[in-house]
């Protein structure tokens, strides 16, 4: 009988206290970025603050990821080692990495994980990564359910697929627009998120089709309806994007999404998480309710039916919340809305295309009474992109986790001893010399009563047996320090017995796909440039950061502005299409579209 596969919900932390929500709101791994080195440079944490958060996640079995998947210098490979040290010895699970020179130093045997900047969307990359000793593989996002699969089929490392959050247009670490406009690198951790700008689409006759629209932005990744298909097709850890996010944010992603495996769980005996403990929300998670740009699967369903980007803006849309029948003086009367609230932010389009806010001050039935009016008009559509009364109620303590035990309590010839048996199995003794005397009354009540009095401490009673051979008299102060002394022990004892796995060993000399690396392999140091030649490649360009290249394209997107458009030779119907070349015009930019129609791939070339 195959033995069951063991899930990962893997949530996002940008601070360790975020991290601690996202252990108690239900994850079974937490990534969380490095004092250096991470990929998001406002996202960093002291190895202190990271220490803490492993003591406390290790309790309940769940694994703690640091991200370290920025490309290095040369002049900074010897104070990544050192970091990378520091993090092995506090206990942190496994590294979340891009650049291959890492593994040309010599460094502790954490587990290492192939970052999604490493670019992984074929069946060989994925096996090549694996074979030089990476533990874990973050696919893709722009992957098909049957791509996953068919990866999943050629290779026995776990992979990790995003199913939540923010997407990247280009495929990540493939972008370097920011790098070459304003020498801000996405793949050094500094992305200024061009993507996001309004763009005017121009044809070669210098024509506008669409001005000042976000045609790049994407809408937000969202498969909570596709997780067993996930699952099936052999994935094992889904990550919740989003380490810039507040607390908020993680705490209803991560139980919404907690939640939905569990149904799962309950049906499907083959998966059960990754971890250990009990989670009760007091809250009823909403995606919508939480910062969103709308939602999309992308090509996870394998077509291009769903419309990708958020034109409008790149802010939050939020939910639908209803439609605007009549605007009076003051206030404006809509129907079909959801429940509203004072303090709640609502958006609309404008009659500009632009998308506006406003704060309602009062509701009265159908009538609301903004801060200020908007300009809006009858039959615009809202949306309501902050909550008051969500957002207030996750402001209070909304989830608790705790590891079930089993106590049983029984007298020796010495005193008494308590055995106390967690939910995993874990079990200690400890004992205590005591003379005791017989009781003039029943005891067991109030001996209960003392056990299961746990406190702040992560445990909870299910079951106290009381063995005693008399009915001897305890004094409560003799309970609660043998209830502290088994609490103490177990809490150790399971610090103990926690394993993070180790690096995997290379399997002989793997071969790299390719025998020659563009700038688009981001070799940004010399370690990363001995690593390749070991495996195969003859000759590896120095990354953009390091020697930029004119002319060349600077991002590469499965998104499509022709199909956008109606324009796609491959589904257009009639209407002519605009002369080519196209380009994406902004205030300080202006790119040329090349369209690969066979990959289906779009890649922007920066004009001078």
């Known amino acids: 009988m195959t033995p069951a596969r ?33 990929a998001r440079a406002s996202a ?48 942190v699970d496994a590294l979340i990495v891009q650049d291959m020179g890492l593994l040309q130093l010599d460094l502790p045997p954490i587990a290492l994980h192939a970052s999604t900047q490493t670019d992984n969307r074929t069946p060989e990359k994925v096996r090549f990564l694996s074979d030089v000793g990476f533990s874990q593989v973050v696919l893709a996002r722009e ?89 099936d097709a052999g994935v094992t850890s889904l990550k919740i994007e989003g380490r810039l996010k507040d607390a908020a944010y993680v705490k209803n992603v991560t139980a919404f999404y907690r939640r939905r495996l569990d149904e799962i769980f309950a049906r499907r005996s083959e998966y059960l998480p990754a971890s250990c403990g009990t989670v009760r ?43 605007v029948v009549q605007v009076a003086g003051r206030y404006m009367t809509v129907a079909g809305h959801p429940p509203l609230s004072n303090g709640d932010g609502m958006g609309f389009v404008d009659r500009k295309g632009r998308f506006e806010g406003f704060r309602i001050n009062r509701v009265e039935g159908d009538r609301l009474y903004p801060a200020r009016m908007p300009d809006i008009q009858p039959g615009t559509p ?23 035990v089993d106590m049983t309590l029984y007298d020796t010839p010495f005193g008494l001893a308590l055995e106390v048996t967690d939910q995993t199995g874990m079990q200690v003794t400890v004992s205590l010399p005591a003379a005791l005397e017989t ?16 406190g702040d401490t992560p445990f909870r009673a299910r079951r106290i047996d009381i063995r005693f051979r008399h009915n001897w008299f305890v004094p409560a102060s003799v309970l609660a320090d043998l209830r502290r002394r088994a609490v103490d022990t177990l809490m150790r004892a399971r610090k103990i017995a926690f394993r993070s796995d180790l690096r995997r060993p290379e399997q002989g000399t793997p071969v790299f796909p390719q025998s020659e690396l563009t700038y688009l392999g981001n070799v940004s140091n010399r370690a990363a440039a001995r690593f390749y030649a070991r495996h195969g490649v003859q000759h590896a360009a120095p990354a953009f950061e390091v020697q930029p290249v004119e002319g060349v394209p600077l991002m590469f997107t499965r998104h499509c502005i022709k199909h956008l458009q109606g324009w796609c030779p491959r589904t257009r119907k009639q209407g002519a299409a605009p002369r080519e070349p196209l380009f994406l015009v902004s205030k300080n930019a202006r790119f040329r579209l090349e369209f690969d129609c066979r990959a289906c791939e779009m890649k922007l070339v920066r004009e001078p």
Request: charged residues 25%; negative net charge.
């Open 281 to 323: 929300h007091t809250f009823t998670p909403d995606l919508a309710k939480s910062f969103n740009r709308g939602f999309t699967r992308y090509f996870f369903d394998g077509s291009r039916d769903e419309p990708l980007v958020s034109l409008h803006t790149p802010k939050s849309v939020g939910e639908p919340a209803g439609r």
């Open 143 to 231: 992957l098909s359910l049957r791509q996953i699969q068919t990866i999943h089929e050629a290779v026995d490392v776990p992979l990790e697929a995003f199913v939540h959050g923010a997407l990247c247009v280009s495929y990540s670490g493939q972008c370097y627009i920011s790098a070459a406009s304003c020498g801000r690198s996405a793949n050094r951790g500094e992305c200024a998120q061009f993507c996001r700008l309004p763009y005017t689409l121009v044809d070669a006759d210098g024509r506008e089709w669409v001005r000042d629209r976000h045609l790049l932005s994407l809408k937000d990744f969202n498969l909570s309806d596709r997780l067993e298909a996930l699952l």
């Open 44 to 91: 960093g944490n002291t190895v202190a603050d990271i220490a803490r958060l492993v003591e406390y996640a290790h309790l309940f079995g769940v694994r703690i990821y640091v991200t370290l998947n920025t490309l290095l210098l040369d002049e900074e490979l010897d104070d990544a080692r050192r970091l990378v040290g520091d993090l092995w010895q506090i206990g």
């Open 439 to 454: 009781a003039h009354t029943p005891q067991d009540e109030n001996r209960r009563r003392q056990l299961s009095r746990l």
């Open 6 to 38: 063991k899930i990962e919900l893997l949530a996002p932390a940008r601070t360790a206290d975020i991290g601690r929500l996202a252990v108690e709101h239900g994850a079974d791994a937490v990534y969380i970025g490095a004092p250096r080195f991470g």
């Open 382 to 404: 809202l949306y309501r992109n902050y909550s008051h009364e969500f957002e207030k109620a996750l402001e209070r303590t909304t989830a608790e986790r705790t590891l079930a």
